[in-house]
């Protein structure tokens, strides 16, 4: 199985950014294709985007197309999400995901290994 761990989050003033990261415990993790989500409170789970293992294909939501980059190092084992002009409608606990379909998908039962979120707080 896989163990992923969120890190990165925090509070950031409208315009900031951030930069997540995704540690997987793993050794087969450059198998997965990997996704990140949000959910606001009060809120369903959200898709952000997703990334094939081999990097070269990435898919993303409209609301953060142009703003947030997804990115792996397999190498160590780590998957990253880059926000930048960060909104407050981006304040949500941010979740990465595994999945064992080839196919980027936006679909979240399609990712059956998920790690605990990490906190983005935008401020106006």
């Known amino acids: 199985q896989v163990q992923l761990v969120e890190s990165g989050g925090g509070l950031v003033q409208a315009g900031g950014s951030l930069r997540l990261s995704c540690a997987a415990s793993?050794?087969?993790?450059?198998?997965?294709?990997m996704g990140w989500f949000r959910q606001a409170l009060g809120k369903e789970r959200e898709f952000v985007a997703a990334?094939?293992?081999?990097?070269?294909?990435?898919y993303y939501a409209d609301s953060v197309k142009g703003r947030f980059t997804i990115s792996r190092d397999n190498a160590k084992n780590t998957v990253f999400l880059q926000m930048n002009s960060l909104k407050p409608e981006d304040t949500a606990v941010y979740y990465c995901?595994?999945?064992?379909?080839?196919?980027?998908?936006?679909?979240?039962?399609?990712?059956?290994?998920w790690g605990q979120g990490t906190q983005v707080t935008v401020s106006s």
């Open positions: 793993g050794h087969t993790f450059s198998s997965y294709p």
């Open positions: 990334i094939r293992r081999s990097g070269g294909y990435t």
């Open positions: 995901a595994a999945s064992t379909i080839a196919a980027l998908t936006s679909t979240p039962t399609n990712y059956p290994y």
